[in-house]
């Protein structure tokens, strides 16, 4: 992938609206290093670091040099960007079977598996609700759930109708397992979130 410079508005590079749609408009190109690759920057990095080192990458963009530099042996990276769909691209592209996407929010399943729970992202979800910190549950209360247990779903993925949240502000933390083996999307024999095989 190339880079249009003239297209390239230095005005815009603190916007994060202007990176989504510029991600998303060369989301076909591929991975991009903006700079220069690992192998060149090696040299640099390991003089200063060292593998065991923590490595905060402040604008990662969809760059293959975190992953380069795992397999040069770095264990320790922590990729941030200003950029939802930067992150969305890094989130897909290194997820590996068996990986754990943890998603902690205030965002109910209304509102967040739309988004998260896509046949693309191949994944299986579990939803825990845990109380915010300091909750007290009123004096009387017969709650006997278990926080470590996750909540059933229903087919869509949605909270039971009759469920009652102990807490109406809880957090809502959705584990997501990426699955071996892709499935076939074409069987419409399978209820991914029932049989547990992928969320949808
Ligand atoms: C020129 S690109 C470089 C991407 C990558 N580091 C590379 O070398 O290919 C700049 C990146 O910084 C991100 N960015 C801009 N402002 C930021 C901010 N305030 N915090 C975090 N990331 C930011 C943009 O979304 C974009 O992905």
């Known amino acids: 992938m190339f880079r249009d410079v003239s297209a390239c508005n230095t005005y815009n590079y603190g916007d994060a609206v202007y990176w989504d749609a510029r991600y998303v408009q060369e989301a076909n190109c591929g991975s991009f ?4 690759r690992y192998s060149a920057l090696r ?3 390991r003089k200063y670091l060292s593998p065991s080192s923590r490595v905060l ?10 992953e380069d530099m795992v397999k040069d042996g770095f264990e320790d990276i922590m990729n941030i960007d200003i950029s939802s769909v930067a992150i969305e691209m890094m989130r897909k592209k290194l997820l590996k079977p068996g990986g754990l996407y943890m998603l902690i929010t205030y965002g109910d399943p209304t509102v967040r598996m739309p988004h998260i729970n896509q046949p693309v992202y191949n994944w299986k979800i579990e939803l825990y609700i845990i109380p915010r910190p300091g909750f007290q549950r009123p004096a009387g209360s ?3 759930r278990s926080h470590l247990e996750p909540v059933p779903l229903t087919e869509k993925g949605l909270l039971p ?3 009652v949240l102990e807490d109406p502000d809880s957090h809502f933390i959705y584990m997501c ?5 892709p499935i076939d999307l074409s069987d419409k024999s399978t209820n991914p979130l029932t049989d547990g095989e992928m969320q949808r």
């Open 33 to 36: 290093d903006w700079y220069q």
């Open 43 to 45: 040299p640099f990095i």
């Open 57 to 66: 990458m402040v604008g990662c963009g969809n760059a293959v040099i975190s």
């Open 142 to 144: 017969t709650e006997s």
């Open 161 to 163: 109708g009759d469920y």
């Open 177 to 181: 397992k990426k699955i071996d083996e």
